[in-house]
């Protein structure tokens, strides 16, 4: 059972608003990931870690920043929502190893009003 | 990263073994092929990998072509709890997993 827990699961919210996704994981991975879903589409990189101090674009481009401080943290920000920011927001880790799984959190849909 | 090409959809009976195929022409020597299924409202989970050998575990088999331009994903025995979209990954682990648009599997009881 993977251990990988995002906050909050739902949240809707005003157009301008600054917010922040949590993403936490206990398994000490040092790779971290944001991806990107609409309903009934793929999914689309928009952010990856591979360690403390560590971040990368994904392929898709987003307005949102990420940080890693903490092994175990990577939370992603969004200065000012925008209804085009309104999609769900899955995080992953794995290990430093290649090959190794991914395991996913439960996602949060955001809903930019 | 390699193409994929998957069906969009295919349907099964419950208790019917279901067999997912996926091409990957274009995959490198060193790829992995690994498959993840996402369940509905839910985060992808991992199913199986492989590089030349088929491959079993608890959850499926994976069946992999002797020139590895293809590979099939096998569920032995189909369960309503399998409707899922599956997704083939073939992947050099240097980079993070590239998901496309899978396919999405209905099974009827």
């Known amino acids: 059972e993977a251990d990988i827990y995002q906050t909050p699961r739902y949240l809707v919210i005003g157009t301008g608003k600054k917010i922040t996704l949590e993403c936490s994981q206990t398994?000490?991975?040092?790779?971290m990931y944001w991806y990107q879903q609409d309903p009934g589409m793929e999914l689309h990189l928009i952010h990856y870690?591979?360690?403390?101090?560590?971040?990368e674009k994904g392929d898709l481009s987003s307005e949102s920043t990420v940080s890693r401080i903490r092994t175990e943290h990577f939370p992603l920000t969004l200065e000012s929502a925008r209804p085009s920011h309104t999609s769900q927001y899955l995080c992953?880790?794995?290990?430093?190893?290649?090959?190794?799984?991914?395991?996913f959190g439960p996602g949060t849909r955001l809903l930019v009003l | 990263d390699a193409k994929t090409t998957q069906p969009n959809s295919m349907e099964s009976n419950e208790e019917e073994p279901v067999h997912l195929p996926c091409n990957h022409s274009?995959?490198?020597?060193?790829?992995?092929i690994h498959w993840y299924r996402q369940l509905p409202s839910q985060g992808p989970e991992y199913v199986i990998h492989?590089?030349?050998s088929n491959v079993n575990n608890r959850m499926a088999s994976l069946a992999i072509a002797e020139d590895r331009k293809s590979s099939t994903l096998i569920l032995h025995r189909a369960t309503l709890r399998d409707a899922a979209v599956y997704y083939c990954?073939?992947?050099?682990?240097?980079?993070?997993?590239?998901f496309g648009k899978g396919t999405r599997l209905s099974v009827i009881a």
């Open positions: 870690s591979y360690g403390v101090n560590s971040t």
């Open positions: 992953a880790s794995s290990e430093l190893k290649n090959q190794e799984t991914q395991y």
């Open positions: 274009t995959i490198s020597g060193t790829d992995y």
């Open positions: 398994m000490g991975h040092d790779k």
């Open positions: 492989g590089l030349t």
């Open positions: 990954i073939p992947s050099s682990g240097n980079t993070p997993l590239v």
